[in-house]
């Protein structure tokens, strides 16, 4: 038949149309579950698919003589596959899926008598489910259903999620069986990838980016670590006595630990307790490879984090900012908590939101929204229009006796390291002399003081013996309503009522025990920190026996954060030795001589140091020269 002119104008037109949006918009934004700017709950969750695919990563890390396989446990909307639609993925990867949970609840995944997933922790799959999107949970290998062996952040642990995203991208096989079974294909899929996760799980969101795999468009890390050397040292100071072996060995199922001995001494014997950067350490870092990261990515981190410290989402976020990496971040009062259970609401909304723009291709706004949400006290935010905040000038402060701020530092002070205290002691006796540290204050501020970012201290001392480990904190002094970071919930407190987040089934429940801040009164507030080991001054990669007698400059690394000093308070910065509980000590105990003329405080300041007040001479603290955590095993970090 041959069409009019005008007909066949209108025609082809309606094909371009066409064309030009299936381009735009992922072939997963359908019409029937996005309205009114986001994705709707209309698909069913009783009846949606519940399957586990195993994926093969391309590894033998235990050494069976066949490729390790991964299980995904996937739970997706049964409707769009019957209509030739296909979905994105919100994947969470974990070791803990069967050992140790997920959430506030620690749930575990659950099955039924013929293996099939019954239960997904969280609150993904209830939510995210019905709006279109398939969840996929990913036992890493040697955890739960997965063969092969933990290898603590290494090319095992990140294979067994790029090898689920180059499945649901055709790039990789999948089978019905860990072993044997049929291949299996993920039609359902369109290939687009989002990865979530707290602790361990944000970790691996973090080195799989880092591969910049095909696929892969956004990752939330929540309280992830960006380079194992700073989950175990900090320049060299041991944070704990033990090995990435030993959280292997927390994880690894009971199958898989009798074939893994050979990998877990490998992770021994690459961590040696001398702090020195190995070998095993630089196959962990991520951060050396955020150039390759495509993906978008939605930083959250607890500023009071002892656990997977500051500094790993610090420089995580200054490397992806380097490279022009869209990014958001929110920052809390709390430790080692999801955000889930300190600001509830705003998270799913701003959550589902994120995924709905960088998953489902909907123009909602959310990249355009303020880049940093901040807690400035517990349940109170603010946000910023980026990160560091707008005006954050790195300003050098002297370091003069007993006073922060000097014109200019002269003279020395002392201290001998005591291991048996720590930085909460220091803080409360900070005008107090005391042998085991030196404290440098300012006066009273007359306005508010903040600090964006991540600030250091370059040191010039002297040791009395052949090792010595130091200690910076910075310290608001003056009275205030914190979060309870050091209490059980870090935070927070979990309570008997529940809310709902998405659609339950009788085996998996949408409904979560709610949780409220878990406040305390203080009158002074650590809140950032660095620690080194003297031995390391020149280089991560080998330690030195030091010299007695002999002056040392070494610039210790501050925790990153984002904290106001109000008007009224006074900033502190005390410098020690042992940091009780958080560092372990040197086999001696030094006593330290700082050169002040030759030290300095360098700190991310909005405005500037023009917002301290005149320094002013303070007494009373141990000066000479002026004639002129407990120590024991590797923390799970869940």
Not at 11 to 21: K, S, Y
Not at 205 to 229: C, H, M, R
Not at 414 to 434: C, I, L
Request: aromatic residues 8%; proline residues 6%; charged residues 15%.
């Amino acid at each position: 038949m041959i069409l009019r002119r005008s007909r066949l104008v209108a025609v082809l037109a309606t094909l371009l149309l066409g064309l030009a949006a299936s381009l735009v918009a992922p072939a997963s934004a359908h019409a029937s579950a996005v309205r009114d700017g986001a994705s709707q709950p209309v698909y069913s969750y009783a009846n949606a698919v519940r399957e586990t695919v195993w994926v093969d990563t391309g590894l033998d890390t235990d050494g069976a003589g066949h490729h390790d396989r991964v299980a995904a446990d996937i739970i997706r909307p049964s409707e769009p596959a019957k209509a030739g639609q296909k979905v994105p993925v919100i994947m969470d990867a974990s070791p803990y899926y069967s050992c140790c949970g997920r959430g506030n609840e620690n749930q575990v995944k659950t099955y039924d008598s013929q293996g099939h997933p019954v239960q997904f922790p969280l609150f993904y799959d209830n939510y995210f489910v019905p709006r279109g999107y398939a969840v996929v949970l990913v036992d890493l290998a040697g955890t739960n259903r997965s063969n092969g062996c933990v290898d603590v952040g290494g090319q095992s642990d990140v294979d067994s999620a790029k090898a689920v995203i180059d499945w649901l991208n055709g790039r990789a096989t999948g089978y019905s069986a860990l072993t044997g079974g049929s291949t299996v294909k993920a039609g359902w899929a369109n290939g687009t990838v989002g990865m979530i996760g707290k602790s361990w799980d944000g970790t691996i969101a973090n080195g799989v980016a880092a591969t910049g795999v095909a696929g892969l468009k956004t990752i939330v890390p929540i309280s992830a670590i960006s380079s194992w050397y700073d989950y175990y040292r900090s320049q060299g100071a041991p944070l704990y006595s033990g090995t990435p072996a030993d959280l292997a060995g927390e994880v690894e199922s009971q199958s898989a630990s009798g074939k893994c001995g050979a990998e877990q001494r490998q992770l021994a014997a690459g961590a040696p307790y001398d702090g020195d950067w190995t070998s095993l350490w630089q196959q962990r870092d991520y951060v050396a490879a955020a150039k390759k990261v495509k993906a978008s990515v939605f930083v959250v981190h607890g500023m009071q984090d002892l656990n997977v410290r500051t500094i790993n989402f610090g420089q995580w976020w200054n490397a992806l900012a380097a490279d022009g990496v869209q990014r958001k971040i929110w920052l809390s009062e709390t430790g080692h908590v999801d955000p889930f259970d300190y600001r509830r609401a705003d998270w799913v909304n701003t959550l589902h939101s994120w995924f709905d723009h960088y998953l489902l291709g909907v123009d909602n706004g959310i990249q355009n929204a303020p880049m940093a949400d901040i807690e400035r006290a517990p349940d109170q935010w603010s946000t910023d229009a980026s990160w560091p905040a707008p005006g954050t000038v790195t300003s050098t402060l002297a370091l003069g006796p007993g006073v922060l701020g000097a014109p200019a530092g002269s003279g020395t002070v002392s201290f001998t390291d005591d291991p048996g205290k720590g930085e909460n002691t220091w803080a409360a006796e900070v005008d107090q002399n005391t042998p085991e540290k030196t404290a440098f204050t300012t006066g009273p501020l007359t306005r508010d003081l903040r600090m964006s970012g991540t600030g250091s201290v370059t040191l010039t001392v002297t040791p009395s013996t052949t090792s010595a480990h130091l200690s910076a904190v910075l310290v608001d002094l003056g009275p205030a309503t914190i979060r309870n970071y050091q209490g059980a919930g870090e935070g927070i407190s979990t309570l008997t009522t529940r809310s709902c987040w998405g659609e339950s089934t009788a085996g998996d429940s949408a409904c979560f025990l709610d949780t409220a801040a878990d406040t305390t009164q203080v009158d002074e507030t650590v809140f950032s920190r660095g620690w080194a080991d003297l031995g390391h001054y020149a280089s991560l990669d080998h330690g030195v026996t030091l010299t007695p007698g002999q002056p040392y400059t070494i610039t210790l690394q501050l925790a990153s954060t984002d904290h106001v000093v109000p008007a009224g308070h006074r900033l502190a910065l005390i410098v020690a030795g042992t940091d009780n509980g958080l560092i372990d000590p040197p086999d001696t105990t030094p006593t330290v001589t700082v050169d002040l003329a030759n030290s300095a405080l360098h700190l991310p300041l909005v405005g500037g140091a023009g917002r301290l007040p005149a320094p002013g001479r303070r007494t009373g603290l141990p000066v000479s020269g002026l004639t002129g955590r407990p120590n024991g095993s590797v923390s799970d970090f869940r």
